[in-house]
């Protein structure tokens, strides 16, 4: 399980929030890393110590043993996820994370005298993880990481790192590399049962899972050229126009005129229309007279009847006639064509 902070470090995910990511490192046929699974996350709250980060890990840490009785939950964390709160650890969950350079180790408490007294829970102080490098005997180990077999030179010291896991005993493991001398990397573990191949390659593989591309990313210039590459003998131009000269230096750009376009807002409710400026135009007649057909057989002969009170009802003041129903329309003329 890999515990994970958003938030943090060059690329920050937001601002504001901090969260911690709980994720199960598996391994996958197809692929030669080890991929991890997120399955839990919690909100930091800043200033707390309910919320803190490392609280936060160790409750998700208890809830994921809690629903997988009998198995051990190694969590493997950076050197953020390291303090007090790990006091007390429950035996089936183990921690790997790293060393800090001012960790204040002590040698395992001596065996009890048999005098009165309370025993002693811790033995005495261990010098500076750089000063215990150059006094430790480190042996080759051959451990797969990254992808890679190589050959590696570590040493295993057990002691106790009681501000952190109490009396717990843990186990600090010195990495070299490349330098002939000191150390490069300082990992502690509370698995007393694991090996130094185990413990480099479980640091190892939740860095693998979790590591990014290392390919550099492409400047501007490298992503878009600054000129078209050149086009081989006998191939026909993009562009069949000359190419326009460059304007000398100090030229102020081009003045860009926005187009402007004619907007009619439409007319309010009851707004009688505007007369068209269009002078109208009359087809010719048969008789080739230029003046305008005649359209008095489609006039009205007569304009609607006003309703008297009297009629309005049949049946109040006089008989209603059904013949009185007076429809105004258009009446032909006789003799009209």
């Known amino acids: 399980m890999v515990p994970r902070r958003l938030g943090g470090g060059p690329d920050k995910a937001g601002y504001g929030n901090n969260r911690v990511i709980a994720a199960v490192v598996v391994r996958l046929p197809i692929l030669s890393r ?3 699974i997120p399955v839990l996350a919690k909100l930091v709250i800043k200033g707390t110590s309910s919320a803190s980060r490392l609280w936060l890990a160790r409750r998700m840490a208890e809830a994921i043993a809690a629903v997988l009785p009998g198995r051990d939950i190694h969590v493997v964390a950076d050197a953020a996820y390291a303090g007090k709160e790990l006091t007390g650890l429950p035996a089936a969950i183990t921690w790997t994370t790293r060393l ?23 033995g005495d102080k261990l010098p500076s993880p750089a000063s215990l490098a150059a006094t430790t005997a480190f042996v080759p180990v ?31 493991v010195l990495i070299r590399g490349t330098s002939a001398t000191g150390y490069d990397v300082a990992l502690v573990n ?19 899972s979790r590591s990014r591309s290392r390919t550099p990313a492409r400047s501007s210039a490298q992503a878009r050229p600054a000129t078209a590459p050149p086009s081989p003998p006998g191939a026909p131009s993009r562009s069949s126009s000359p190419a326009r000269p460059s304007p000398p230096p100090g030229t102020p750009p081009p003045r ?3 187009p402007t376009s004619k907007i009619t807002a439409p007319a309010l409710p009851g707004t009688p229309p505007r007369p068209s400026h269009r002078p109208p135009t009359w087809p010719p007649s048969s008789a080739g007279s230029s003046s305008p057909q005649d359209f008095g057989h489609l006039s009205l ?15 109040k003041n006089s008989r209603h006639n059904r013949e009185s129903r007076a429809s105004s329309g258009f009446k032909r003329i006789p003799g009209a064509h």
Request: charge should be positive.
């Open 142 to 172: 051959t451990v797969t990481r990254y992808g890679k077999t190589a050959t590696v030179h570590a040493a295993a010291v057990t002691c106790l790192w009681y501000g952190v896991f109490g009396p717990r005993p843990v186990q600090v």
């Open 190 to 208: 509370t698995d007393p049962g694991a090996g130094l191949t185990q413990v480099i390659e479980r640091y190892a593989a939740s860095g693998a």
């Open 100 to 122: 800090r350079k001012d960790a204040a180790l002590y040698d395992l408490p001596p065996a009890r005298t048999g005098r009165r007294g309370r025993p002693r829970a811790k």
């Open 301 to 315: 002969t007569s304009q609607p009847s006003k309703k008297s009170t009297s009629s309005a009802w049949p049946g």
């Open 256 to 258: 860009i005129t926005p």
């Open 34 to 36: 080890p991929v991890a």
